[in-house]
């Protein structure tokens, strides 16, 4: 049993030592690949990709292309907004037409008002006329030229 036991452990040194390595390496290290960092100038969903990992790849190189929908509508909408503030703006005749109204109306009350502060003057004066009606056609007068 010993006998048989020191040749089965001999056989088998025999057979590690005689077999051949095909693996072996001349030498061992690590290999530091050089990370880039790639960011787009705008945001988007990309539809197409034109590289693969660890492919080399030269200056403006088209490695994506982008959805260009979302960029098409909000140039469409700048330009919208864009006519329809110039149609607000462009033709502002009507207002000033209306402000000039509104100018003669106030001119022509405080011509008005004058005359009547003219004539309850006289008034006053003659004792007509309270005191009191005259300073309500002074206070109008100051509203009507305050506007």
């Known amino acids: 049993m010993k006998n048989s036991l020191v040749i089965i452990v001999f056989g088998l040194l025999f057979l590690t030592a005689c077999n ?40 403006n190189f088209l490695a994506a292309v982008l959805d260009t929908v979302p960029f ?6 700048i330009k919208a907004s864009k006519k329809a503030l110039f149609r607000k703006t462009a033709d502002v005749k009507p207002q000033v ?40 056609i002074i206070a109008q007068i100051d509203v009507v030229s305050k506007q």
């Open 20 to 59: 051949k390595k095909e693996n072996q390496f001349d030498a061992t290290g690590i290999f530091e690949s050089t990370e880039v960092l790639v960011a787009s100038e705008v945001g988007g969903r990309i539809v197409k990709w034109e590289i693969e990992e660890g492919q080399k790849i030269e200056k």
């Open 97 to 136: 037409r209306v402000i000039k109204d509104q100018i003669e109306v106030q001119n022509s009350q405080l011509r008005t008002l004058l005359k009547e502060k003219s004539r309850f003057e006289k008034l006053v004066n003659a004792d007509a006329a309270t005191k009191k009606q005259l300073d309500d």
């Open 72 to 77: 098409q509508l909000q140039i469409e909408q």
